[in-house]
């Protein structure tokens, strides 16, 4: 695919071309980090930015998302009956998404868009949406990312690469899709065939600036239920405090649970986030919870990313690399310790070393 | 406090050896800059790895809550008052703890220095009074005492106020603090401000529940926001939901709340969650005289009647 040239002046300008036909998310500082909002007219994402606080899946897959609504007054000929709640599926973009997170959302398509199940909300607001990444120049020093499948120029997942050359951004359109954002805001000139050349130089710096790593090689071969009966559970999980911020911030958790709530004679049919982290998650109506120990918690959390998903689809862990949860957790609880732990386990070796 | 860790070390390492304890609560040093892990030791040569520094401000009371086991448990002065409340409230036996005090000077605030430069800060490490901070291509020597979490800055009890071994003689509270100058601000404002300071200050809460969480005094089998027969409070991002969470949370803690910051501390999103406890921890010592945590003889004031009892109504 071409590489377009976009002079730094005219990214603006561009910005606002595009922005009556497609809604706009990019990242936005507020008082402390940045985290991706919608943006207004005029205003341009800031690419002054590590990575964002929370990752932007809620651009696709919003935290609370209202999917039918009913009325429960019996005067009304369709009451009880639920009705599809109105959506915008109209095109959106987002501006300026870290590769990592971009990749994430492949990760997810996989359970959403399942040969048997189709989550149409989900799918129905990824397609609407053109991705243009942002590529990593910078990364911070728990981004693991390159060990996780994915990487700072990873194009996995995105519509355009956009690249920060100091004095100007090329941008490699990567799909149909890309290609016509890039038409639409007018940014058209074709980069000389130097552009190809430097985006490898800097795609080679930002690799050889990752610090931080994690073996993975081993899961696939490793019995489950000998990882899923190690002795490090407890130890690892000591800390834990059940929150939801690993899950939450995180670009590839997908959970969710459904609620009705009524208000006066009428209700709506929602789902929000879910955590594997909260008691709640698996509490049968007998009372009686499968997963009643934070122990059983966060096993399963990194049992899932890190074993049943790498059994499951063949394709790597559950995890891009981008280090959020590792960084916001409150009390340091560090999945690269953990798949490194649970990569190199030896049941046998273990039982020895007890003796 | 650096110096502290021998002690601890000695301490742990000879209650593991007389059997006096079955594991050691402490902490072990973390993956990240500022960040220490809290763990559990079992035997003596396990103790090695524990850890004392100026980012030990997680509240370890939080992880004594119903446990049977003889625990020997290191306490900061927030922590030890924790411990009080817990013993108060039969969330563990006194004869089941050994309580390691440690004096403190105060834990340092990891975002605040982390907004304070534009790159990344990738190693902190402390020198006596000077927290030195390093990343790409800079570093800096800076003062501990404006660096510190900012209910460590007006704490009046850095001292444990309940303990069986102490890591280092005790230090010297700080005076003519003036606890509450930021509720008094809130105290002031207009309804009209105060609701858009309110308004504000949850804007971005997840309700990920961290702050609960990482609260020794949120120990309820099931919490309110997570009852569904009857249901108090719905599971969206709807902001009267969000705010009756964090309103109720807070009334939970009333009497009980020692100020130790794990709830602001915890928060992914940098919510000052203390904002609503504080108020109602400056209410109960200004009706009742009350400071929590202080001595296991005195009962809360909310599960006690006085005839000198403030307010007439209920006379």
Redesign the interface.
């Known amino acids: 695919m071409k590489v377009i040239k976009i002079e730094k002046k005219d990214w603006a300008g561009g910005i606002g071309k595009i922005q009556d036909g497609y809604r706009l998310f990019g990242p936005v500082r507020?008082?402390?980090?940045h985290d991706f909002k919608a943006l207004e007219k005029g205003e341009s994402p800031d690419l002054n930015f590590?990575n964002t606080?929370?990752s932007p899946k809620s651009v696709v897959y919003p935290?609370?998302e209202v999917l039918f609504e009913y009325s429960l007054d019996e005067k009304e000929v369709d009451h009880h009956v639920m009705k599809d709640a109105v959506k915008d599926y109209s095109p959106k973009a987002v501006l300026g998404i870290r590769p990592c997170d971009a990749a994430a959302f492949l990760l997810v398509k996989r359970n959403f868009d399942a040969p048997d199940y189709k989550d149409p909300y989900w799918l129905k607001s990824y397609d609407a949406t053109t991705f243009i990444g942002a590529a990593c120049n910078n990364p911070?020093?728990?981004c693991f990312c390159t060990t996780a499948g994915s990487g700072p120029f990873c194009e996995e997942g995105l519509d355009i690469l956009l690249v920060d050359a100091t004095d100007c951004y090329y941008a490699k359109a990567i799909t149909a899709k890309g290609e016509n954002l890039l038409k639409n805001a007018g940014w058209n000139t074709e980069a000389d065939g130097g552009a190809a050349e430097k985006i490898e130089t800097l795609k080679k710096e930002a690799e050889a600036k990752i610090s931080s790593s994690v073996a993975s090689n081993q899961l696939k071969s490793k019995s489950t239920n000998e990882l899923y009966e190690a002795s490090f559970w407890e130890?690892v999980s000591?800390?834990c405090?059940?929150?939801?911020?690993c899950t939450?911030?995180c670009p590839t958790c997908w959970c969710f649970?459904i609620?009705d709530?009524n208000s006066g004679s009428s209700g709506i049919r929602?789902r929000?986030w879910d955590?594997c982290m909260?008691?709640?998650f698996t509490i049968h109506g007998t009372g009686h919870n499968p997963r009643g120990t934070k122990l059983h918690r966060v096993r399963q959390r990194f049992m899932h990313k890190l074993k049943y998903y790498v059994d499951k689809y063949d394709n790597g862990i559950q995890c891009v690399g981008c280090g959020r949860c590792?960084?916001?957790c409150?009390?340091?609880?560090?999945i690269?310790?953990v798949c490194d732990m649970m990569n190199s386990y030896d049941s046998k070796a273990c039982a020895c070393s007890e003796k | 406090m650096l110096g502290y860790i021998d002690k601890i070390k000695e301490i742990s390492k000879r209650l593991l050896d007389e059997g006096k304890v079955d594991m050691i609560i402490g902490f072990k040093k973390?993956?990240?800059p500022m960040?220490?892990?809290?763990?559990?030791v079992k035997t003596p040569d396990e103790a090695s790895k524990l850890v004392w520094d100026s980012n030990c401000g997680?509240n370890l009371a939080?992880?004594l809550t119903d446990r049977k086991e003889k625990i020997g448990v290191i306490a900061k002065g927030c922590d030890s008052r924790n411990i009080v409340t817990h013993i108060i409230e039969n969330k563990i036996k006194r004869e089941n703890l050994v309580i390691i005090g440690v004096p403190c000077k105060g834990m340092i605030d990891r975002?605040k220095i982390s907004?304070m430069f534009d790159a990344?800060v990738?190693q902190v490490s402390e020198e006596g009074d000077a927290i030195i901070v390093k990343g790409n291509g800079f570093e800096e020597k800076l003062k501990k005492s404006d660096l510190l979490q900012d209910n460590c800055s007006t704490c009046i009890h850095r001292n444990p106020a309940l303990y069986d071994e102490l890591a280092a003689p005790l230090v010297e509270e700080q005076k003519d603090i003036d606890k509450y100058a930021d509720v008094r601000k809130i105290e002031t404002m207009q309804p009209s401000e105060k609701w858009d300071y309110f308004d504000n200050l949850l804007s971005?809460c997840?309700?990920?529940?961290?702050c609960?969480?990482?609260c020794p005094l949120c120990y309820c089998p099931t919490c309110f926001v997570?009852e569904a027969n009857p249901q108090w409070v719905?599971?969206?991002?709807?902001e009267t939901d969000i705010r009756t969470f964090h309103f109720l949370r807070a009334y939970h803690c009333a009497g009980r709340c020692t100020d130790c910051g794990a709830c602001e501390?915890?928060?992914?999103?940098?919510i000052n969650v203390r904002a609503f406890t504080k108020k109602l921890e400056k209410d109960c010592f200004e009706m009742f005289g009350w400071e929590a945590g202080i001595s296991i003889e005195k009962r809360p004031p909310l599960d006690t009647f006085k005839p000198d009892d403030p307010g007439k109504f209920i006379k």
């Open positions: 507020g008082e402390n980090f590590q606080r929370l935290q609370t911070c020093s728990t130890d000591f800390a405090i059940n929150c939801g911020t939450y911030l649970d609620q709530e929602m929000n955590s909260f008691p709640l590792v960084r916001a409150p009390v340091n609880i560090d690269r310790r | 973390g993956t990240m960040m220490n892990e809290p763990c559990f997680i939080n992880y975002r907004a990344e990738r971005g997840l309700r990920c529940y961290a609960r969480n990482a997570d719905g599971k969206s991002q709807d501390r915890a928060c992914p999103v940098g």
